[in-house]
């Protein structure tokens, strides 16, 4: 665990570096390694999601069913990347989304009721909440805004120029889903590609 705690110490430390001991001391009380195996899942849609998730090490998948039973995927959680659901978290709501482990998943997990208190015990600590908060905000803006102004195939050559060491590690369905591509789109945009 000494590791993954240092992992994500650095990764705090980037992104506010303002973070005093007594801080870091208080938020890492709260913390618990999870390790998941494929197909595990660290969210489940229709479950409240009461836990903010760091991944270490690994790759979560996150997914909804449509109504027509098909799973449209909207995220890839890789390493150094936060996994929760917020809105299921800041509102106590059961999540619409599934994210499920596409490898061996290790996290660092932390209640949001003990980051709640922190809010309370140290003015500081918020700032490390806005922060975390506008990290996930930032990834699904990303997202929004490529299927609002990006055409398929610019949306799989930012995905590749963003997502380089993720390539050989999801399959061409996820992909595809991810993209809002067929799959045989998704092909052909490829062989072009390669072609060029």
């Known amino acids: 665990m000494h590791t993954d705690i240092e992992i994500y110490r650095q ?10 001991q007594e801080e870091w001391d208080y938020f890492q009380s709260g913390f618990t390694l ?11 849609a229709g479950k409240k999601n009461h836990q903010l998730g760091f991944v270490t090490s690994g790759l979560i998948r996150s997914y909804y069913i ?5 799973e449209i995927t909207i995220a890839f959680v890789k390493e150094r990347e936060y996994a929760t659901d917020y809105t299921s ?14 490898e061996p998943t290790t996290l660092i997990t932390v209640p949001y009721a003990h ?3 922190g809010y309370d015990k140290y003015v500081g ?8 908060a506008e990290e996930v905000l930032k990834m699904q803006q990303k997202r929004i805004e490529s299927f609002q102004f990006d055409d398929a195939e610019q949306r799989y050559l930012d995905f590749i120029k963003q997502n380089a060491n993720l390539f050989n590690r999801i399959s061409l ?6 993209l809002g591509i067929e799959r045989p789109s998704l092909s052909r945009i ?7």
């Open 11 to 20: 990764a705090i430390m980037q992104l506010n570096p303002r973070v005093t």
């Open 34 to 44: 999870q390790t998941l195996k494929p197909r595990e899942y660290f969210v489940e």
């Open 66 to 70: 449509n109504n027509l039973g098909e």
């Open 89 to 102: 978290l800041i509102m106590h709501k059961p999540s619409r989304y599934n994210f499920q482990c596409l």
């Open 115 to 117: 980051i709640q208190k």
């Open 125 to 132: 600590f918020e700032r490390n909440g806005r922060l975390i």
């Open 173 to 178: 369905t996820h992909l595809s889903s991810y």
């Open 190 to 196: 490829r062989k072009k590609i390669v072609g060029l």
